[in-house]
């Protein structure tokens, strides 16, 4: 195996995000010009609340121009364009966005694998149902974590005591790692299916309130497929469920130990 298997856990810390999982497939028009009534009713229960967010108007003919065009027409050309529908959980902290090449379901609020799973092939068999699409030509899983000291209570360790040598870079000069105002990369690693792959991003950010002292490290994994992929919710399933793991073995591989258990990890039934 291309990561070694690592023991599962919760981190009662937990330094995770977002994690998103987006379903691309061959563009289908009917999303643009019908509402996903049907969709909607399927994932109701898990994703009571809807709205429309689109890009942009369809197009609009002058009077003397549309009184040649039957009626059928015009109400296709006016609709609008680019539609995007989202679907979200009552606390909002859950989402299925649809559009008419993808898919996404969403979370700011993830815990366990299996609740994210429950939800994504919720999303999955209404999609089938709904509109019977043949072939997914992406398959993505995202995480992204964000390592905050200060939240964890540990402002005073360098760098190099709580991340692997392999996204450190600059900041492996532990007398100057506080002073390395930005320092970013990516990397892209094949997995032992071929057609797999994880793009890593990591780096320095500071925090979003725009506090200068706050600098937190960011590690964003995206696995994806690079083939179509059969739309079959268990082939689906199965293919995330590699991912899952192997994000799992990844980020234990970019921290150390003492980042690990600085954010109290805990077994899955606890």
């Not at 509402?35 to 009077?63: K, T, V, W, Y």
């Not at 964000?146 to 870079?169: H, N, T």
């Not at 492996?172 to 892209?188: C, I, M, P, R, W």
Request: hydrophobic fraction near 40%; include cysteine; charge should be negative.
């Amino acid at each position: 195996m291309l990561f070694q298997p690592e023991e599962r856990v919760i981190y009662k810390h937990n330094p995770l995000v977002s994690v998103i999982c987006q379903l691309r497939f061959p563009l289908d028009l009917r999303i643009d010009v019908t509402m996903p009534a049907e969709f909607q009713q399927q994932i109701r229960a898990n994703f009571p609340l809807a709205h429309e967010d689109s890009d942009g108007q369809g197009l609009q003919l002058a009077e003397d121009v549309s009184q040649h065009f039957p009626q059928e027409l015009l109400d296709v050309l006016s609709t609008r364009i680019n539609r995007r529908f989202l679907f979200s959980s009552r606390d909002k902290m859950w989402t299925i966005t649809l559009t008419n090449s993808f898919v996404a379901l969403e979370t700011n609020d993830y815990v366990r694998w299996e609740d994210f799973r429950r939800n994504l092939q919720l999303m999955l068999s209404a999609m089938c149902e709904t509109y019977q699409i043949d072939v997914i030509s992406r398959v993505g899983l995202r995480y992204q974590n964000v390592v905050d000291r200060r939240a964890l209570g540990i402002q005073e360790l360098q760098w190099s005591a709580l991340l692997s040598d392999f996204v450190l870079g600059p900041l492996t000069l532990a007398k100057s790692a506080d002073s390395v105002q930005e320092h970013n990369g990516t990397f892209l690693i094949q997995l032992e299916d071929p057609t797999d792959f994880v793009r890593v991003r990591y780096g320095l950010v500071t925090e979003k309130s725009g506090d200068p002292e706050n600098i937190m490290f960011v590690l964003d994994h995206d696995f994806f497929t690079g083939n179509d992929v059969e739309t079959d919710v268990s082939n689906v399933i199965s293919r995330v469920n590699i991912y899952n793991s192997s994000n799992r073995s990844l980020f234990r591989r970019c921290i150390t130990a003492k980042l690990h258990e600085t954010m109290v990890p805990e077994a899955p039934h606890n």
